[in-house]
């Protein structure tokens, strides 16, 4: 093997490294949400469990910050098209620069789905930061611990969970879209 190679060998098992610790960490703070989660979602009155199931944890993490599960919804339908306008990207843009060039024109479809997916991603980071919050509201914590739980929510979470202190006192001050007023 010439030295070409064994560079190019090393620098693959180093990404590969960096990977792996990458998706571990990712992993660990998983875990810790949904231990944090759990535990937070019993001081609600709601079962624990329903914190490790996909979608049904959103729901019922939206019911427990506002009151109903509108909002959560919302969440899902905003990240829902994001992925399918970023697949749709993804497969227009490899679709059009594959082959001999005739269909050039699929990469600016492709751009257009693209557009889309930005601003459902940014609409859902935007409700998915409104729904922290008033979470960590839902729980009687200060305002500045709610902006906290928007950019280090498993911390938070963590602090809320296993602090005696802090206690479901209902949803808080929600911006109400349906229902009851």
Known sequence: MDNEAGFALGLIGLMV?????????????????????????EKAGEP???????????????????????????????????????TIQTVFNGLATAGDGSLWFLSLIGLVFSLIGMV????GAVVGGYLNYVFTKSYGQTDLMCILSIFFTPIIFLIMAFSKDTQYIGPQGHLRLWGKK
Do not use: E, R
């Not at 998983?30 to 979602?41: C, M, N, R, S």
């Open 48 to 86: 624990g469990w329903t914190a490790i199931i996909p979608i049904y944890n959103l729901l019922q993490f939206s019911k427990i910050a506002t009151g109903d599960f509108h909002i959560g919804i919302v969440w899902l339908i905003a990240m829902g098209v994001n992925t399918v306008c970023v």
């Open 17 to 41: 490294l960096i990977w792996g610790i990458a998706m571990l960490v990712i992993l660990i703070v998983a875990v810790i949400v949904i231990i944090a989660k759990w535990k937070l979602f």
């Open 120 to 123: 459902a991603a940014l609409g």
